[in-house]
């Protein structure tokens, strides 16, 4: 198979034989979780890191500002690691009438379904994480968890605003998720596989936005609005509309609970695009287009977890080309749009999409 | 309004000319005769503009009621007195109109007059535990320090009535009942413009009821007043509505000039005129971006200000200030204009011509705002009359008031320009109106700036300025409504009285009346597009 | 534990800064039982994080909030030093910039926000109106001053102050967080009431 240069999975397999013949299997295992488990939390913070800088500067550009540019040389590269570092040594406020236990879970469970979520993303041929052979309804599951804590933040500060934000995005990702799923399920129908893995090299000889054309891309369009308001972001920022709710669910949270938020805020961004891609565009897979033999080889040798990256920041930059160009919807009119428009629309998709696997009709 | 006039409507009446004519009503009657003339035929009085509350010592606790038809322009003054400073009591004309539901209680919680019949007898400005009334001439300065407990609201409001035999009875009435879910938005709040505060009464998304707090920047100019002479008073006029300074700085030497009797320069009328029209610009400008930061879309803010940046280094060359200018003096302008003034104006108005339209792309023509704006918070003409909107909010709801036009000062009976009226009355309405009059003000400026007359850009005037006894009054079109000034002479280096009207108390006045039912993001945008400025308010 | 003498800023010189003695005596006071050196290693890596990360906290009352505006538009853009995060709750910001007249109304408020927010916590009074009641100062309803209910670490003079004279201020502000000591000690104490 032409992908192989870049498999990692007999590298790993090499590493396992490696640490069994020097230990028992048992604690190789466990040596191996602990790696993994630090290597998922380090990429989880260097990616947010990224992401803000991204959003700071792609934010700037669009409105003719520079953005940060003092704090660590020309780029203002440091910038977000100086506000990491701050926001680590600031003070976690314990407020007197509020449920101590919930207020204190629920950052933590936040962070916890976008982690889960997170380790599911295919980065490279064997360079998942989590492989399970119902993966993408592992994904599902686990980013609805995000939700309850979305809900206990603003139940458990004892404030009107938090209360009201958190009512509002629970309305909100419920509602969204029915899209989610149905256009996740339009794309399990075409792949005929759950398993994440499967689905990315079923994918070899052309991404699914390609084979699956019509309701391939309308799925693809519905995912992308719905997964941008199931990440929270504008237009649908509802839930932590400053201009309303002053800083919404998390209005009582300081310190690294905040810190938590903001960081799961952004990873979702990125979960989203990063399903998004595995889902349409082919995952690790490189651009191939029929008859360019010669380009075709060329692009064989780009490794697969550059062209994943590389598909996951564009659809993260549409994600904040959206944002930063819409006014907010109103929270009546966003579900309108859920339940009498994309609703409707992604269940006519899977129907066309069932249609079109059926007779074939897909490439 | 001609006298011949007044004294067949009102016999009673005492007139006074020094000044304004002011027509003294027995206050017994107040109500009768101000129901007389809302229904006059052919002048109907419909439109209050303004309650000025006044300690005339001797004489007593009283108001002044400045009136205007919005049909023919007609003006006219009344004023009633109480003679009793303990227990001062006028009837209300809060029934007759709505503005007068706010406006009374800021005369009460200044001087103390409890007016009869009116449902909502609470402070306004200060705290609620305030002692005394601090605009009465013999209030004691020092009786109020500061306090650093939190203040209670009550929920309850208080209503006094007079039984048949005279005596005072009181009543209570509900603000917020048990069961409504009250939530503050303010003083703290991104979106209420500064340090406005509503108490929200909300059903699930929807708004039931707002309950505006004000005076979180009530700074008591007009009390100074009493104690600052003319030249110093221009000075405060400028921090009141920040983003009409020049404006609101034009009303006040427009009054003490036509007291004084200063006739100004040619020249300095055509900078004033130009002066006001960039300050319009300006704040318009400010408007669409705090509307579209309001409603969550971040980028055409800066776009707003890019422009306005322009505006601000044009005033900065001529007048030495970005934001406060302190550029009128009584008799003309403080300083020339600089040498590339003109150059520049016109530079920026072709600019700013050809970049309209983006703003126009991003923001007016999106599906978003379009369905955000369009079709929310209506407020009818009859209400905005009653409730005394002016300005932008008034002419979105179809009420002709631009002073400009109606009562025009310095040039603006010399230029040509329209009115900018739009009948919808909804936000949207409100939008299209600050964005047309940019235009509008830019029409205008083009007609005036090739043609500044050579002269002397400030007439000679004494550094004490004494002003003959009486009342005088004059108003300007701000960037937000209409501004007066009242001013009570009597004959001193300093001002009796000075006051000012809120072009922004009617507007917050007005949120309860064009929120009912809608959403809270909905508030958010409708204060957007009523485009209050809460210092001018508190004053 | 030092004050830099090299800023990097070209056009701005250490002496240009008005308030070197101030900082320089308050360092020699926070060395004077010696500085250690991991511990002070770590201090300075903390306070480099604070000072190039301050959230503020909006609280405009009056005129000098539209100045700040201007200051996070595109001409100043306050973004280039890190500090375009507005945060409107007062448990997430860093420093809270009184911006414009606090009256006797206000002043509850404004304690009880300054209380809210999280430790560390700093104080910007911009305009004479926070530093002394400014055109107001012998109204009946103005503070005379925002001294008198929280403590102040900069003030910004001005009515209101030039957008320059804002980022002049804040770095001010940077230069004294980058001295204080976060481990060991406290070096800020609140006002005894």
Known sequence: MFLDYYNLSPLLMQIHAFLCSVMPEWLALTLEGLVVGVFILVMYAVLAIILIYMERKVCAAFQCRIGPNRVGGKGGLLQVPADVLKILTKEIISLKHSDHFLYALAPFLVILASILTFSCLPWNKGGEILHMNIGIFFVLAASSIGVLGILLAGWSSNSKYTLIGAVRSGAMIISYELSIGLSVLTMVVMSGAMDIQTIVEGQANGWNIFKGHIPAIMAFIIYLIAGNAEANRGPFDLAEAEQELTAGYHTEYSGMHFGFFYLAEYLNLFITAGIATTLFLGGWMPLHIAGLDGLNMVMDYIPGFVWFIGKTFFIVFLLMWIRWTFPRLRIDQVLTLEWKYLMPLSLVVLLLMTVCKVFGLTF | ?539 | MEVKKSTSIRSMEYEDFKNNDYLEDMVRRLNMDGAGIVLGTVDELINWGRSNSLWSLTFGTSCCAIEFMALGAARYDMARFGFEVTRNSPRQADMIMVLGTITHKMAPVLKRLYDQMAEPKYVVAVGGCTISGGPFIKSYHVVNGIDKIIPVDVYIPGCPPRPEAFFYGMMQLQRKIKVERFLGEVNRKEKEE
């Open chain 2, 1 to 539: 309004m001609e006298i011949e006039k007044i004294t067949s409507i009102i016999p009673e009446a005492e007139i006074s000319q020094t000044g304004e004519t002011v027509v003294k009503v027995p206050a017994e009657k107040l109500h009768q005769i101000a129901e007389t003339l809302l229904n006059d035929k052919e002048n109907p009085m419909d439109f209050l503009r303004d309650i000025v509350g006044m300690d005339w010592g001797e004489e007593g606790l009283g108001a002044l009621y400045l009136l205007e038809s919005t049909r023919t322009g007609a003006r006219i003054i009344l004023k009633a007195v109480t003679a009793d400073r303990e227990k001062a009591l006028l009837p209300t004309v809060s029934d007759l109109w709505k503005t007068a539901l706010i406006k009374e209680r800021e005369v009460y919680d200044f001087f103390g007059i409890c007016f009869l019949n009116h449902p909502d007898m609470r402070r306004i400005f200060l705290r609620e535990d305030w002692i005394g009334y601090p605009m009465r001439k013999d209030y004691d300065m020092n009786s109020n320090p500061l306090r650093m407990d939190n203040e209670e609201n009550a929920d309850m409001t208080d209503e006094y009535f007079l039984r048949p035999d005279g005596t005072l009875e009181g009543r209570k009435n509900v603000v917020f009942g048990e069961d409504d879910f009250v939530v503050n938005i303010g003083p703290q709040h991104p979106s209420t413009h500064g340090v406005l505060r509503m108490r929200t009464s909300l059903d699930g998304e929807n708004i039931r009821k707002i309950d505006p707090i004000l005076g979180y920047i009530h700074r008591g100019i007009e009390k100074m007043n009493e104690s600052l002479t003319y030249p110093q008073t221009l000075a405060l006029t400028d921090r009141l509505d920040y983003l009409s300074a020049h404006q609101n700085r034009h009303a006040l030497c427009m009054c003490i000039e036509k007291a004084a009797g200063i006739e100004v320069p040619e020249r300095a009328q055509y900078i004033r005129t130009i002066m006001d029209e960039l300050q319009r610009i300006d704040s318009h400008l400010l408007f669409y971006s705090c509307l579209v930061m309001d409603m969550g879309g971040l980028t055409p803010f800066f776009y707003g200000f890019r422009e306005r940046e322009m505006i601000l280094d044009i005033f900065e060359e001529t007048t030495g200030g970005r934001l406060i200018q302190n550029y009128n003096m009584i008799g003309g302008v403080q300083a020339d204009i600089h040498p590339t003034f003109q150059q520049k104006v016109k530079d920026f108005i072709k600019h700013l011509r050809s970049v309209i339209q983006d703003y126009h792309n991003i923001f007016t023509s999106n599906v978003i705002a379009d369905t955000r704006l369009k079709g929310v918070g209506v407020l009818s003409k009859e209400d905005a009359i009653s409730l005394g909107c002016t300005g932008g909010t008034g002419r979105a709801s179809g009420w002709a008031n631009d002073v400009r036009k109606h009562h025009p000062y310095a040039l603006y009976n010399k230029v040509d320009f329209k009115e900018i009226v739009y009948t919808e009355g909804d936000s949207f309405a409100r939008y299209m109106v600050r964005m047309d009059e940019i235009m509008e003000s830019c029409h205008i400026i083009e007609q005036l700036i090739d043609n500044i007359p050579e002269g002397e850009f400030r007439a000679k005037t004494k550094p004490i300025i004494k002003l003959p006894e009486g009342v005088f009054t004059s108003s300007v079109e701000t960037s937000r409504g209409e501004f007066d000034v009242v001013l009570e002479s009597h004959g001193d280096k300093v001002p009796y009285r000075l006051h000012y009207r809120s072009t922004g108390l009617p507007l917050v006045h007005a949120m309860d009346t064009v929120c009912r039912g809608a959403k809270i993001a909905d508030l958010i945008a409708i204060g957007g597009t009523l485009d209050f400025v809460i210092p001018d308010i508190d004053r």
